[in-house]
């Protein structure tokens, strides 16, 4: 068995932690098994330990209801470092063998790392206390392999040089620690380069050993942040051709993973990897058909595994992204691509797309029109899986297949005459990237919205933010015996009222909307406290959402946005509602800055 400091110090949030501060929290340390059913702890018992899942599975259970499931390297007991009772009980539902902490070192250390302790300081904790009692004891480790962080997978530190050290002792170096790669850095440990094993090589054949490493490292050298996705670690290298990645924390080296780390880590777990390597190869539709399905299917088991909307979306986006790219270039072989590019909007142009997306894509020509190339695209992404738009906001739509010129002149009519319709189309359209082409057209045109901006679209624009009230009232959630729409009450609301704001600052290159959000916070448009609410509960009522959609792509039934009373989890009904109060409460910022009012309410509004 690993011993119990190694395997926790490589689990979030306990990696934030000091030798010293791991020193005091494993203190006393117990390793117990306990067998399948056997209980752990009973509610209402006083607390006493803190509990890691080393192997096993454990159920949460109040009053014999299942409230969650904890597996290996998640935590659970943690209200006993806040001085309140067990709330729920816990069984192992297999033979489990668990890590027991003691609730007063776990409380030290607590009060001593403020990463540490922020990190538990959720949004369950620090924001919902009308059901404190019961989501406190929600897993927090819930992420897939996928969406780990890459910094979780660097095990030791790098070994770097400066420009100057001789290829001979690079080698000697390499040799003596086992390594494929040197990083190169300047005075102030900022990346310049990267020697490798490949380098090496090729001074054996052809160069001489006393020559500097910066004469043959490869520059500039490819680098990450430590908080990049393994996924996205793991796509990069495929784009780029390359087998080393930089990690950098404010710059400077942190470590470096090579494409054996990512592949020891994913490969056994999942094929999702297999998958995207078949789609950037992929020859035709049908071949992106067959791997688009088997990552649907991939994908909402991770969702229903454990994983964060944020984290997982960006995988998603990267997939879809490899699609639509392998989808063009199938259809137009021999097409310029400096002469257009392929827009997304909505959520894919977000990097907000789940598992029930549609198409929403324009496309911008300079030369001519491109009609029946976009035709071909969107309906080769449609055999693959991914719906046209039943709206019809296609790049196959003359109206949405225009020059720089027209695309100009749309949103300065957009944006002087905010009609609904219009208001409309700046919603869809304000959430545009390019995908595929020449981005210097896409550039162009956002230069351009800057000077036709208003304050009467920046008001119809906060109005369609705030006209639906989500369906929150004194005894609860109304209609949720029918359903209630996630995406109608609680997303859109939020993403909209985002959006506003960051126009309405000058924002228009970001579109992801904890991007944006973040980047409000950043310049003092809304608070910490605001900012933290909207995005817990955005990724909640997301998270939601995507667990009921991957429940009927397993399940083979239609996807949609509707969650029911019988569908959902105690816990999560009491999160729910208050996820429902801050979207109202946010709802409320924007009509006080704009004052605008709502026009619709719970019962008037379509379904």
Known sequence: MIPPKEFIKKIRPFSFLSEDELNILISGLEVKLFQKNK?????????????????????????????????????????????????????????????????????????????????????????????????????????????????????????????????????????????????????QMRPIGIFTDKDLRKVVIQGDKLHPISKYMSSPVKTINTNTTIFDAFSKMIDAGIDHLVLTKEEKVFGVVTGKDIRIQLEPSSSIITLFRKIIKAKSAEELQTIFNNIKTSVAKIVLSGSNFFDLTRMLSTVNDAIIVNSIEIVGKKLPIDDFVWINMGSLGRKEQVLATDQDNALIYIKKPLLKF?????????????????????ASNEKWNKDL????????????????????????????????????????????????????????????????????????????????????????????GVRVLAIDNDIFE?????????????????????????????????????????????????????????????VDLLILKEALKIVSSFQKLLMKKYNVKRALSYFHTYR
């Open 405 to 496: 010129s027209s695309w100009k002149n749309y949103f300065k009519n957009w944006f002087n005459n905010p009609t609904a319709n219009n208001a409309r189309y700046l919603s869809i359209f304000l959430d545009m990237r390019p995908v595929f082409g020449n981005e210097n057209i896409y550039k162009e045109l956002i230069e351009s919205l800057r000077a036709n901006v208003t304050d009467q679209a920046i008001k119809a624009l906060a109005h369609d933010a705030v006209h639906i009230e989500p369906p929150i009232g004194i005894f609860g959630i109304r209609g949720l015996h029918k359903g209630v729409n996630l995406k109608t009450y609680g997303i859109y609301p939020i993403v909209n």
């Open 39 to 187: 209980t752990i702890f009973k509610k209402g018992k006083a607390r006493k330990y803190v509990y890691i899942v080393f192997s096993g599975l454990v159920g949460l259970f109040d009053d014999k209801i299942a409230v969650d499931y904890i597996s290996k390297g998640e935590i659970f007991g943690i209200i006993s470092v806040r001085d309140f009772p067990y709330i729920l009980d816990a069984t192992a539902l297999e033979d489990t063998v668990c890590y027991l902490i003691y609730s007063e070192n776990f409380k030290e250390v607590f009060n001593k790392n403020i990463r540490f302790s922020s990190f538990f300081s959720t949004f369950i904790k620090r924001r919902f206390h009308s059901f404190k009692k019961i989501a406190s004891e929600k897993k927090f480790f819930e992420e897939a392999t996928f969406v780990l962080d890459i910094e979780k997978i660097i095990y030791k530190k790098p070994i770097v040089a400066g420009p100057g050290m001789t290829v001979e002792n690079a080698a000697v170096e390499m040799i003596n620690n086992s390594i494929s790669s040197i990083v190169v850095v300047d005075n």
């Open 374 to 394: 976009a035709d071909e695209v969107n309906k080769t992404l449609a055999r693959i899986g991914i719906p046209e738009c039943p709206g019809d906001y296609m």
């Open 510 to 570: 970001i579109t992801n909307t904890n991007e944006r959000l973040e980047m409000l916070n950043d310049v003092g448009v809304i608070s910490d406290e605001m900012c933290h609410d909207v995005l817990e509960s955005y990724g909640f009522l997301q998270d939601l959402r995507l667990k009921q959609q991957s429940s009927a792509v397993l399940n083979q039934s239609k996807e949609n946005n509707l969650i029911s009373l019988k569908e959902i989890r105690k």
